[in-house]
């Protein structure tokens, strides 16, 4: 088995294969152009900076291009950083494609459809049924190939359902200890609280935000398009606007992005299974490339603290 960009160690030399997932200009002290570039293989991403990039560099070395590449892996401010030794684009001849590199949920994305379903099937208000079963059929094919992110948790193809599938277990968990809670409204919940992001969102490959995705953001797109399927459907009532809600409130905070506060308590409840569910996918990513008795790199997103993995751990 090869051996993926992120489980080499600092200071060991590496001769690969990889994918450019993002590629950004910048102009060194020195006066200088160089690229920020985003390396990617289906074991995770590494940064690396290409020094005196000349404009023939910005195309070759431009996001989507594959290249075979020589150098070293250092540490830079807790994080592991690819130096640079040679770099080259790849050629037919190398026999390799993009489908090579690119990291995948790690269910099958028939087995994710199934499990979601028996979600929707097992809803008993029928107008929550059918505007969920609308919507996600509406975007079946997206929803199945997106990330959930373009950085930071579920950042891969097909990471969208797999955030989906593994809050809808959550959920079903929960709600055996916290019966009160209504599983329509919170299943449904789930289900659409992301859908957005195949608008926000470019695609499963180097990801970025859309038109759309800048200007709306996926929670103003979905609850547009809840209303739009009430329409569509001649529902009426209050399930649209409560179902509208948890969508509006899923981010918990408005310094976190949400327009209003979870009022609801199956809204709060997704809030926190969302939050745990996305903490767990960065948490396992990073300690899975780490040692017994070793800290992770810096994790960005949870406060930018290094995580140990202690030493009876394997």
């Known amino acids: 088995m090869v051996k993926g960009i992120v489980h080499y160690d600092v200071g060991q030399q590496v001769d690969v294969f990889l994918f ?25 991403e590494i940064e690396a900076k290409l020094w005196d990039a000349t404009p023939e560099d910005e195309v070759n070395y431009a996001a989507q291009k594959m290249v075979r590449l020589a150098g070293e892996i250092n540490s830079y401010r807790g994080r592991n950083q690819l ?15 993009i489908s090579d590199f690119l990291e995948v ?20 208000n029928s107008n929550i049924q059918r505007m969920t079963r609308h919507l996600l059929k509406k975007h079946q094919a997206a929803f199945y190939e997106y990330p959930a992110a373009t950085k930071n948790h579920h950042e891969f193809v097909s990471g969208l359902a797999y955030h989906v599938v593994s809050m809808l277990d959550l959920a079903k968990a929960i709600s055996t200890l916290y019966p009160s809670l209504d599983t329509d409204l919170l299943y449904a919940g789930i289900i659409l609280h992301d859908l957005g992001k195949v608008t926000e969102l470019s695609g499963p490959i180097s ?6 995705g800048n200007l709306l953001g996926h929670i103003s797109i979905m609850v547009n398009e809840v209303g739009q399927a009430a329409k569509e459907l001649g529902i009426e009532g209050e399930e649209v606007t409560v179902l509208q809600h948890i969508i509006l409130s899923h981010h918990g905070k408005a310094e976190w992005g949400s327009p209003k506060p979870p009022l609801i308590k199956e809204a709060e409840i997704l ?11 960065m948490l396992d990513r990073a300690l899975e490339r780490v040692k017994p008795g070793e800290f992770s790199e810096r994790v960005f997103a949870l406060d930018n603290r290094s995580f140990y993995k202690p030493t009876f751990q394997k």
């Open 207 to 212: 990801t970025t935000y859309t038109i759309e």
């Open 20 to 44: 450019i997932k993002s590629s950004t200009k910048g102009i060194a002290s020195n006066g200088k152009p160089f690229l920020t570039l985003i390396f990617q293989d289906k074991s995770g």
């Open 271 to 281: 809030h926190y299974i969302d939050n745990l569910d996305a903490k767990m996918n």
């Open 83 to 97: 130096k640079i030794r040679n770099i080259r684009p790849v050629t037919d001849l190398d026999g390799v494609t």
């Open 105 to 124: 949920a790690p269910v099958p994305q028939d087995e994710m459809a199934s499990k979601i379903t028996q979600y929707i099937f097992e809803m008993k």
